[in-house]
């Protein structure tokens, strides 16, 4: 029997036996007429944390230096619009992989709701090998943006770069391994990839420093002197800057904000050589025709705009995520999505594209059509939560505009942004209590309250 139709009879049999509670089934998507079959298939995911859509090469920047990354969306779909639900790296983790979003009422917690189960979890109920690689410690040999100014010493630069080559081989053995296995086993796999940390203080091998010229390296967008009437709990939380050498309040030198944008221009191409590492053993394999392989980062990253280095915010450089789709025989070229898609949409994604059952209660949508077609109309908005110590905010996102909702949990008091993005792609002009916006701010608000499901 082939391994296909193993697992369909394994799936059609587990949910006839699931108890209603753990495992209702949903009506999976069919493939169109003609669309190979995907049931089945392996699952490679690749996670970043930190990585803003706007540090990389094939989302536009002509500066970052993101080779692997660009390679790969030559042969994958590019999703334009795709939003997290929480820009804090454990929440987001736990509400792409169980499909449910962070609670309504801002208790945003690193672990999975009581009875929620994991999409690795539930495939293992299904005949597939889970299989998660973390990258190993960072260790001590690598430079960091305190002694960017220095130059390290030849042996320390020789050690940084042999530790990066020893990463790399490390990752690549450790895919190797596991496709190996597989293939012996005859079984599918489900494996996740955690690539290096994206966040302060930003460190990497001292090679991938040396890409970049501090000349070049453009200044931060969304000057702090431009914002208009943005309210202080906007931005309250989204400095982490860690040995930056300034207070919370004060202004970096330009100096030291080139120097951390570099910093970060190169911990995204140290991460990038971590991305190759993998993808090139996975060319190398038999299964790499037969593997489904998804890049996404579970929040973006603050560079200055607003004064912000971070993520903990609502702004669209904190909430928006890069994401890299390959379906084999589905995504053959470089394509580009701009439909509104969310990372709680991955799990019933996988679920429709392997022909297993979408458990009921799950809150996302599975954007498996949009692989087929990615200019048909779609969801008509994305929500995020941000609770952060006695404030929680929550935010909705059309095609062009942006709502947010900021409460604090010890007073009454409620203070609200409004930004057109078509005319404002940064943020700056808050229009949430101007008098001609009126009638915007009040169907956003209607919609933020109604929730997701008024937005399928």
Known sequence: MKRRAFLKGCAVSLAGLARPDVLSPRVCAAPPAGMPDTSGMNVLLILVEGLTANAIGCYGNPEVRTPNLDR???RAMRFTRCYCQTPMSGPSRNSLLTGLRPDPVGAVSDGPPAGARSLPEMLRQYGFRDVGIGQPSTGSRRRGISDRTGRCHDVRRRRS???QKRREQSTSRSVTRVLAESAEEGSPFFMSVDALSLRMPLRCPATFLDLYDPSRIPRPQAPTCQDRDIPAVARRFGRDDISLGSDDDGPMSEEVTRTTVLAY????SFVDAQIGAVLDALDR???CSDTIVGILSYHGFH??????WGARTLFEQSTRVPLLVRVPGVTTRQTVCDEIVELVDLLPTVCDLLAVPVPDGTEGRSFGPLLHDPLQPWKRAAFTVCAVDDHIGR???TKRWRYADWQSRTTSLRQ?????LDTDPWEQINLALHPDYRNERTILANLLQRGWKAAQ
């Open 265 to 268: 221009y190169a911990c995204v």
């Open 285 to 287: 394999s038999p299964q």
């Open 303 to 308: 560079l200055g705009e607003h004064g912000l």
């Open 395 to 397: 935010s909705v996102r």
């Open 416 to 420: 609200f942004e409004l930004y057109d």
């Open 72 to 74: 790969f969306a030559t």
């Open 161 to 163: 770069e042999t530790d």
